[in-house]
């Protein structure tokens, strides 16, 4: 077969499309028909050319609202006559004119598509783990869908690792980003999670619309640092796809049970021994610092007492504020020290809501506003109540003729043995802090580390005449900034090394000082200044809790800090930290005790069977100022 008669055979076997779809043909030309079949060649010919004509027409009435059939016709006509001149194979061409006109077809299309839809992307539903960026979970190992018992179970670990934290004292963004990050890595990734004050609820869909809801209470905190960060590790093996569900179920049972790191009289002595720290930090003499210790033990023994007897947390405050008042007012009274209200400031450190205060302006940060106005209301009640038992002990030691106390302290000029002994103060502080709030023992020189850079950059803000609210603010800012990346090589969230780190910038002279004016009588302040300086006071402390916040974010690009050698350690290793502690463990990390015992320590104004900071109350101890609940009362029904 010739190239013609191979021409005209491919020409005759034309498949004809629907004259609706866009664009002309283009292509070769066909040749006339020598030999062969003439007819089939003119019926397939004729057929090309009306396909011709009709897609033509029809580019013409989409670029022109009036289309002109003369000039269709015409133009129809002059491309039939084409072909006809040609003789052999023709050479293909384009039509730059039909080219252009898709192009500005194209061009006009997504021009009126953004003038309807406008320039942004549609609204769609956010995917619950984009609520982890930035966290230590930001990217979890996400498991297949799970069946609605296994999603029942997965929902049910969630919400108790919540319950837990929440009651060991964890941050309600925290709180928040575990359960995602645990509901996630196993399978559930359209779950909703709706944490309000000390309520939480999480909801699932599963695949044929069926909903499955648990929830659960927290009643009390009783603050735990070990075992917060026992959670902490429990949930980043979970994300990082080294833990199954079954696993993680057993070692969450197991921490439930986890005792304390220290036994009771060492959390007391811890706290004793944080008091005449701070005595000693802020200037009181080699008497005062013994004296603190003790009048520590006796308010937290104060507290545990009036604590069985069920009474309200404002009232347990005001009466170790009070004592402490009075403690400060007859020591310096008889002469055995010179400064009592050093002596004052330090056991307002002790009673002061400094988790409560830190953990209330996290929230209203973070986007937890309901939460956060919980959280303000305990806080300003404990302030109120240590106001009140301040003003209670003045008015007291007045009455029965004690002498007055000089609270205006005039400026020394620094002096080396000073500075250093002020130093090792602070980081004796935060140790004690650190020891008295459950901490682990590995928490402890970090927490140190961060208590003396936060009291160094303190001291160097007040030498350079830095406002003090301003130079709270910045000491604070880098408490955050050291507390996140070293926590997290640690193992543990931020909070573990943030609260101990803040207890050396807390302003409790300065409260002690305003309350004074307030409530003595005195010629040369009014109680409109008195008034003044308890309002610059509780600014200051709470510029604390800003600026950790804002160095915890500073601190977010950091977060290749987050040791993955740590998370591996060898269980070697993790048998020395169990001896260490003095606690056992069975087939879990981060040395758990199943069926431990649950008698612990509880902080002043605590009572009951676990431990808690200063003023709690109730049969399990809270945080500072609060008051605790069971255990059996942590977690609520499940609902469906």
């Not at 010179?338 to 209330?360: C, N």
Request: glycine letters at 10%; a neutral charge; proline letters at 6%.
């Amino acid at each position: 077969m010739s190239d013609r008669e191979l021409e005209d055979a491919t020409t005759a076997e034309v498949r004809v499309d629907s004259p609706t779809e866009p664009g002309p043909v283009r292509g070769s030309s066909p040749a006339p028909v020598e030999g062969g079949n003439p007819e089939a060649g003119s019926q397939a010919l004729r057929e090309l050319l009306e396909r011709t004509r009709l897609q033509r027409l029809a580019e013409l009435r989409e670029s022109s609202p009036e289309p002109q059939p003369e000039d269709v016709a015409k133009a129809a006509a002059a491309k039939a006559a084409k072909p006809g001149r040609s003789s052999g194979r023709s050479k293909p061409r384009t039509d730059h004119r039909g080219a252009s006109q898709r192009i500005a077809q194209k061009v006009a299309r997504r021009t009126v598509g953004k003038l309807v839809s406008g320039t942004t992307e549609n609204t769609q539903p956010v995917p619950i783990v984009t609520a982890l960026k930035g966290t230590p979970y930001q990217a979890p190992v996400q498991a297949q869908e799970p069946s609605e018992d296994e999603a029942r179970m997965i929902l049910d670990l969630a919400a108790d690792i919540a319950a837990m934290m929440m009651r060991a004292g964890a941050g309600t963004s925290d709180v928040e980003v575990s359960v995602i990050a645990a509901c996630t890595a196993c399978g559930l990734a359209t779950v909703e999670v709706d944490l309000t004050s000390n309520t939480l609820v999480v909801h699932y869909s599963t695949s044929d619309g069926r909903l499955l809801t648990v929830m659960r209470v927290n009643r009390g905190e009783s603050t735990h640092f070990a075992k917060l960060a026992s959670v902490h590790k429990l949930v980043t093996d979970l994300v990082d796809g080294r833990l199954e569900f079954h696993e993680a179920r057993s070692r969450l049972d197991a921490i439930r049970t986890q005792r304390r790191p220290f036994p009771e009289w060492f959390t007391v002595g811890a706290w004793g021994f944080m008091v005449g720290a701070l005595v000693l930090l802020l200037g009181g003499g080699p008497i005062a610092v013994p004296l603190g210790i003790a009048m520590a033990i006796v308010v937290f023994q104060l507290g545990k007492l009036l604590g069985r007897t069920h009474l309200p947390a404002f009232f347990i405050t005001a009466l170790q504020a009070a004592s402490a008042t009075l403690i400060a007012t007859i020591a310096g009274d008889v002469g055995i020290i010179d400064s009592p209200q050093y002596l004052v400031a330090a056991g307002i450190v002790l009673l002061l809501p400094t988790q409560s205060l830190y953990s209330a302006v996290q929230d209203a940060l973070t986007n937890f506003p309901l939460t956060a106005a919980g959280r303000l209301v305990g806080v300003f009640m404990t302030l109120a109540g240590i106001v009140s038992g301040i003003a209670l002990g003045i008015v007291c030691g007045q009455a029965i003729g004690l002498g007055h106390i000089e609270v205006l302290v005039p400026k020394t000029s620094p002096h080396v043995v000073t500075a250093i002994l002020s130093m090792v103060a602070a980081a004796v502080v935060s140790m004690s802090g650190a020891v008295a709030m459950s901490a682990r023992r590995r928490f402890i020189l970090p927490a140190a580390l961060v208590g003396l850079a936060s009291h160094i950059t303190m001291m160097s803000l007040t030498l350079l005449n830095i406002d003090n609210v301003l130079a709270s603010l910045l000491a604070a800012t880098v408490t955050g900034f050291l507390s996140r990346p070293l926590a997290l090589r640690l193992g543990a969230p931020a909070i573990v090394l943030m609260i101990p780190g803040i207890y050396t910038l807390l302003q409790g002279l300065s409260i002690f000082t305003a309350v004074y004016q307030i409530a003595s009588d005195s010629e040369n302040v009014s109680f409109a200044v008195g008034l003044s300086s308890l309002f610059t006071a509780i600014l200051a402390n709470a510029a604390l809790a800003v600026g950790a916040v804002l160095g915890s974010y500073l601190a977010l690009p950091l977060k290749n800090l987050k040791s993955q050698n740590f998370k591996s350690q060898s269980s070697a290793e993790e048998k020395v930290e169990e001896v260490r502690s003095g606690e056992t463990s069975t087939a879990v990390i981060d040395s758990v005790q199943p069926g431990g015992a649950k008698t612990q320590s509880s902080g002043p104004g605590g009572s009951g069977t676990q431990a808690g900071g200063p003023g709690g109350s109730g049969t399990q101890a809270g945080g500072p100022g609060g008051s605790g609940a069971a255990d059996a009362t942590e977690t609520g029904p499940i609902q469906t």
